[in-house]
T-cell receptor, first 111, second 116 residues
Framework: EAGVTQFPSHSVIEKGQTVTLRCDPI?????LYWYRRVMGKEIKFLLH????????ESGMPNNRFLAERTGGTYSTLKVQPAELEDSGVYFC?????????FGPGTRLTVL | AQTVTQSQPEMSVQEAETVTLSCTYD???????LFWYKQPPSRQMILVIR??????QNATENRFSVNFQKAAKSFSLKISDSQLGDTAMYFC?????????????FGQGTILTVHP
């Protein structure tokens, strides 16, 4: 069974540009989560999808971040326009029950 | 609000020895789960062990065991017979149970290095 995959693994962009991160969850997992770890700090929750619906988006930092989950399958997280403080590692996780399975993360660097 | 605190930024241990990583948490909820996740260098984060708060018995998974002290809100991880492959960042995490499988709240992480 394939695990959670994320694309790209690394992204380096200029301040003001747009970046879109993609997450493919484990097949059959209704729950999909986005988390972010800024350098040296703890992993912080961004949002939670149940199928295609946003269950909890309380962790989204501001309206420059837009998450979607098309048809309850893969999800994208768009940052537009990117700021320096958006740099960090973005993790996606999926679950059917309480155990969350994590992807390898996307390392985003905003210059 | 729930918080998780890992007070040891870094730990080291000799191969074959035992090490304990500390974690404390704060919540007013009664139904919750606690987890230890491991992230080896340049690899994905994986679940090491979980503990349901309603269970009094401490969870064990092979060389990994926890000391769950509910009243003290403490959840430490003991690694016995440490192996080089145990070198990783370890995260303690917390999850409120219920009908909606919601977010994990993480601690700051502990970098564990196992020396040969």
């Amino acid at each position: 069974e394939a695990g959670v995959t994320q694309f790209p693994s690394h992204s380096v962009i200029e301040k003001g540009q747009t970046v879109t991160l993609r997450c493919d969850p484990i097949s059959g997992h209704d729950n999909l989560y986005w988390y972010r770890r800024v350098m040296g700090k703890e992993i912080k929750f961004l949002l939670h999808f149940v199928k295609e619906s946003k269950q909890d988006e309380s962790g989204m930092p501001n309206n420059r971040f837009l998450a979607e989950r098309t048809g309850g399958t893969y999800s994208t997280l768009k940052v537009q326009p990117a700021e320096l403080e958006d740099s960090g590692v973005y993790f996606c996780a999926s679950s059917s029950l309480y155990e969350q399975f994590f992807g390898p993360g996307t390392r985003l660097t905003v210059l | 609000a729930q918080t998780v605190t890992q007070s040891q930024p870094e730990m080291s241990v000799q191969e074959a020895e035992t090490v304990t990583l500390s974690c404390t948490y704060d919540t007013s909820e009664n139904n919750y789960y606690l987890f230890w996740y491991k992230q080896p260098p340049s690899r994905q984060m994986i679940l090491v062990i979980r503990q349901e708060a309603y269970k009094q018995q401490n969870a064990t998974e092979n060389r990994f065991s926890v000391n769950f002290q509910k009243a003290a809100k403490s959840f430490s991880l003991k690694i016995s017979d440490s192996q080089l492959g145990d070198t990783a960042m370890y995260f303690c995490a917390f999850f409120i149970g219920g009908t909606s499988y919601g977010k994990l709240t993480f601690g700051q992480g502990t970098i564990l290095t196992v020396h040969p």
